[in-house]
Protein backbone atom coordinates (compact mmCIF):
# COMPACT_ATOMS: atom_id res chain seq x y z
CA UNK A 1 0.00 0.00 0.00
CA UNK A 2 2.11 2.82 -1.38
CA UNK A 3 1.76 5.77 0.69
CA UNK A 4 2.27 9.58 -1.22
CA UNK A 5 4.99 9.81 -4.03
CA UNK A 6 6.60 12.82 -5.08
CA UNK A 7 9.16 12.99 -7.53
CA UNK A 8 11.59 13.94 -8.41
CA UNK A 9 12.80 14.40 -4.52
CA UNK A 10 15.75 16.51 -5.37
CA UNK A 11 15.29 19.08 -8.30
CA UNK A 12 18.11 22.14 -9.06
CA UNK A 13 16.95 24.78 -12.06
CA UNK A 14 18.64 28.25 -12.81
CA UNK A 15 17.00 31.49 -12.50
CA UNK A 16 14.28 31.87 -15.17
CA UNK A 17 13.67 27.98 -15.94
CA UNK A 18 10.63 26.32 -15.04
CA UNK A 19 10.10 24.04 -12.16
CA UNK A 20 7.53 21.02 -12.27
CA UNK A 21 7.29 18.75 -9.35
CA UNK A 22 4.72 16.19 -9.44
CA UNK A 23 2.86 14.26 -6.43
CA UNK A 24 0.59 11.08 -7.09
CA UNK A 25 -1.77 10.78 -4.07
CA UNK A 26 -2.28 7.41 -1.87
CA UNK A 27 -4.70 4.90 -3.63
CA UNK A 28 -8.18 6.38 -3.75
CA UNK A 29 -7.33 9.77 -2.64
CA UNK A 30 -8.94 12.22 -4.42
CA UNK A 31 -7.96 15.11 -2.47
CA UNK A 32 -4.13 16.90 -3.11
CA UNK A 33 -2.75 19.41 -1.06
CA UNK A 34 0.59 21.75 -1.65
CA UNK A 35 2.94 22.80 0.97
CA UNK A 36 5.79 24.89 0.92
CA UNK A 37 8.47 25.01 3.41
CA UNK A 38 11.18 27.42 3.46
CA UNK A 39 14.63 27.13 5.23
CA UNK A 40 13.85 27.10 8.85
CA UNK A 41 10.22 28.15 8.75
CA UNK A 42 7.01 25.80 8.99
CA UNK A 43 4.68 24.68 6.02
CA UNK A 44 2.72 27.01 4.30
CA UNK A 45 -0.47 25.65 3.02
CA UNK A 46 -0.56 26.37 -1.21
CA UNK A 47 -3.61 25.00 -2.70
CA UNK A 48 -5.88 22.27 -2.10
CA UNK A 49 -7.03 20.25 -5.50
CA UNK A 50 -9.88 17.50 -6.29
CA UNK A 51 -9.41 15.27 -10.00
CA UNK A 52 -10.10 17.95 -12.34
CA UNK A 53 -10.76 20.81 -9.90
CA UNK A 54 -9.04 23.60 -7.86
CA UNK A 55 -11.18 24.26 -4.55
CA UNK A 56 -9.01 26.70 -2.73
CA UNK A 57 -5.55 28.36 -3.95
CA UNK A 58 -5.46 31.18 -1.23
CA UNK A 59 -1.76 30.54 -0.35
CA UNK A 60 -0.87 30.72 -3.74
CA UNK A 61 1.65 33.33 -5.14
CA UNK A 62 -0.02 35.58 -7.36
CA UNK A 63 2.43 34.99 -9.96
CA UNK A 64 4.57 32.38 -11.77
CA UNK A 65 3.22 29.35 -9.19
CA UNK A 66 0.42 26.93 -11.01
CA UNK A 67 -1.34 23.95 -9.88
CA UNK A 68 -3.40 21.63 -11.31
CA UNK A 69 -4.93 17.62 -10.82
CA UNK A 70 -5.69 16.32 -13.84
CA UNK A 71 -8.33 13.20 -14.26
CA UNK A 72 -5.83 10.91 -15.03
CA UNK A 73 -1.85 11.11 -13.82
CA UNK A 74 -0.29 12.93 -11.07
CA UNK A 75 -1.03 16.20 -9.57
CA UNK A 76 1.48 18.40 -10.79
CA UNK A 77 2.91 21.78 -9.28
CA UNK A 78 4.73 24.45 -11.54
CA UNK A 79 6.77 27.43 -11.04
CA UNK A 80 7.72 29.77 -13.91
CA UNK A 81 10.68 31.68 -14.60
CA UNK A 82 12.26 30.34 -10.64
CA UNK A 83 13.74 32.73 -8.58
CA UNK A 84 16.37 32.21 -6.13
CA UNK A 85 13.66 32.64 -3.13
CA UNK A 86 11.78 30.20 -4.49
CA UNK A 87 13.95 27.74 -3.30
CA UNK A 88 12.47 25.53 -0.51
CA UNK A 89 11.02 22.05 0.30
CA UNK A 90 7.47 21.76 -1.77
CA UNK A 91 5.23 18.66 0.34
CA UNK A 92 2.33 17.28 -1.37
CA UNK A 93 -0.53 15.50 0.94
CA UNK A 94 -4.10 13.51 0.37
CA UNK A 95 -6.63 12.54 1.81
CA UNK A 96 -9.71 10.55 0.54
CA UNK A 97 -12.89 11.84 -0.23
CA UNK A 98 -15.44 13.20 2.96
CA UNK A 99 -18.00 10.77 3.80
CA UNK A 100 -20.26 11.72 7.02
CA UNK A 101 -18.88 10.24 10.04
CA UNK A 102 -15.46 10.26 9.35
CA UNK A 103 -12.64 12.40 8.76
CA UNK A 104 -10.29 13.49 6.33
CA UNK A 105 -6.41 12.90 7.71
CA UNK A 106 -3.91 14.50 5.28
CA UNK A 107 -0.77 11.78 4.76
CA UNK A 108 2.34 13.94 2.87
CA UNK A 109 5.19 12.72 0.27
CA UNK A 110 8.46 12.80 1.37
CA UNK A 111 8.87 16.39 -0.42
CA UNK A 112 10.39 17.76 -3.06
CA UNK A 113 12.85 20.02 -2.70
CA UNK A 114 14.12 22.74 -5.42
CA UNK A 115 17.87 24.94 -5.48
CA UNK A 116 17.45 27.32 -7.20
CA UNK A 117 21.13 28.49 -8.63
CA UNK B 1 -8.80 27.14 13.28
CA UNK B 2 -7.94 27.90 17.03
CA UNK B 3 -4.12 28.29 17.47
CA UNK B 4 -2.18 26.48 19.51
CA UNK B 5 0.81 26.89 22.12
CA UNK B 6 3.55 24.35 22.77
CA UNK B 7 6.82 24.32 24.14
CA UNK B 8 9.71 25.12 22.08
CA UNK B 9 12.02 22.17 23.27
CA UNK B 10 12.14 19.03 25.45
CA UNK B 11 14.20 16.50 26.58
CA UNK B 12 13.51 12.74 27.07
CA UNK B 13 15.46 9.77 28.49
CA UNK B 14 15.68 7.03 25.49
CA UNK B 15 13.22 4.23 26.76
CA UNK B 16 11.16 6.70 29.14
CA UNK B 17 7.51 7.98 28.38
CA UNK B 18 7.73 11.30 26.15
CA UNK B 19 4.82 13.43 27.26
CA UNK B 20 4.57 16.91 24.63
CA UNK B 21 2.04 19.42 25.95
CA UNK B 22 -0.60 21.37 23.77
CA UNK B 23 -2.64 24.56 24.71
CA UNK B 24 -5.63 25.32 22.90
CA UNK B 25 -7.77 27.69 24.78
CA UNK B 26 -9.79 28.78 22.27
CA UNK B 27 -10.72 25.57 20.32
CA UNK B 28 -14.09 25.59 18.97
CA UNK B 29 -16.70 22.44 19.30
CA UNK B 30 -16.02 21.28 16.50
CA UNK B 31 -12.26 21.26 16.18
CA UNK B 32 -10.08 18.22 15.84
CA UNK B 33 -6.91 18.23 17.60
CA UNK B 34 -4.45 16.68 15.32
CA UNK B 35 -0.40 15.57 15.95
CA UNK B 36 1.86 15.43 13.12
CA UNK B 37 5.96 15.06 13.48
CA UNK B 38 8.62 16.13 11.33
CA UNK B 39 12.10 14.27 11.49
CA UNK B 40 14.67 16.16 10.12
CA UNK B 41 13.79 17.31 6.41
CA UNK B 42 11.38 14.43 6.24
CA UNK B 43 7.84 14.87 5.32
CA UNK B 44 5.14 15.58 7.82
CA UNK B 45 4.32 12.11 9.58
CA UNK B 46 0.94 12.06 10.50
CA UNK B 47 0.35 10.67 14.44
CA UNK B 48 -2.73 10.89 15.63
CA UNK B 49 -6.34 13.00 16.29
CA UNK B 50 -9.35 13.39 18.77
CA UNK B 51 -12.33 15.12 19.38
CA UNK B 52 -13.34 15.03 23.01
CA UNK B 53 -12.22 11.37 23.98
CA UNK B 54 -8.82 9.92 25.11
CA UNK B 55 -7.20 7.85 21.97
CA UNK B 56 -4.82 5.63 21.50
CA UNK B 57 -3.06 3.84 18.40
CA UNK B 58 0.38 1.65 17.56
CA UNK B 59 2.37 5.04 17.64
CA UNK B 60 0.81 6.87 20.59
CA UNK B 61 -1.79 8.10 23.18
CA UNK B 62 -3.77 11.33 23.17
CA UNK B 63 -5.30 12.97 26.05
CA UNK B 64 -7.42 15.97 25.84
CA UNK B 65 -8.46 17.50 28.93
CA UNK B 66 -12.41 17.43 30.10
CA UNK B 67 -12.73 21.32 28.58
CA UNK B 68 -10.68 20.26 25.66
CA UNK B 69 -8.51 23.36 26.27
CA UNK B 70 -5.04 21.68 26.41
CA UNK B 71 -4.08 18.09 25.40
CA UNK B 72 -0.77 15.65 25.84
CA UNK B 73 0.52 13.54 23.05
CA UNK B 74 2.21 10.82 24.88
CA UNK B 75 4.76 8.28 23.41
CA UNK B 76 5.01 5.34 25.31
CA UNK B 77 8.51 4.44 25.30
CA UNK B 78 10.67 7.04 23.12
CA UNK B 79 13.47 5.63 20.98
CA UNK B 80 15.89 7.90 19.27
CA UNK B 81 14.25 7.48 16.03
CA UNK B 82 11.39 9.50 17.67
CA UNK B 83 13.46 12.32 17.72
CA UNK B 84 11.59 15.02 15.96
CA UNK B 85 9.70 18.54 15.65
CA UNK B 86 6.05 17.45 16.99
CA UNK B 87 3.12 19.43 15.65
CA UNK B 88 -0.02 19.94 17.48
CA UNK B 89 -2.69 21.19 14.70
CA UNK B 90 -6.37 22.00 15.36
CA UNK B 91 -8.70 22.03 12.55
CA UNK B 92 -12.52 21.42 11.48
CA UNK B 93 -12.64 17.95 9.90
CA UNK B 94 -14.98 16.34 7.50
CA UNK B 95 -15.74 18.54 4.56
CA UNK B 96 -16.53 21.37 6.38
CA UNK B 97 -13.99 23.94 4.54
CA UNK B 98 -11.35 24.22 6.91
CA UNK B 99 -9.15 21.94 5.45
CA UNK B 100 -5.61 24.01 5.67
CA UNK B 101 -2.96 22.64 8.61
CA UNK B 102 -1.40 25.35 10.13
CA UNK B 103 1.86 24.26 11.10
CA UNK B 104 3.25 26.45 13.88
CA UNK B 105 6.87 26.05 14.92
CA UNK B 106 5.99 22.32 17.33
CA UNK B 107 8.17 21.46 19.50
CA UNK B 108 11.29 19.75 19.28
CA UNK B 109 11.79 16.51 21.26
CA UNK B 110 15.36 15.63 21.40
CA UNK B 111 15.43 11.52 22.47
CA UNK B 112 18.55 11.23 24.65
CA UNK B 113 20.70 7.80 24.72
Known amino acids: NAGVMQNPRHLVRRRGQEARLRCSPMKGHSHVYWYRQLPEEGLKFMVYLQKENIIDESGMPKERFSAEFPKEGPSILRIQQVVRGDSAAYFCASSPPFFRGGTDTQYFGPGTRLTVL | DAKTTQPTSMDCAEGRAANLPCNHSTISGNEYVYWYRQIHSQGPQYIIH???NNETNEMASLIITEDRKSSTLILPHATLRDTAVYYCIVRVSTGAGSYQLTFGKGTKLSVIP
Open chain 2, 50 to 52: GLK
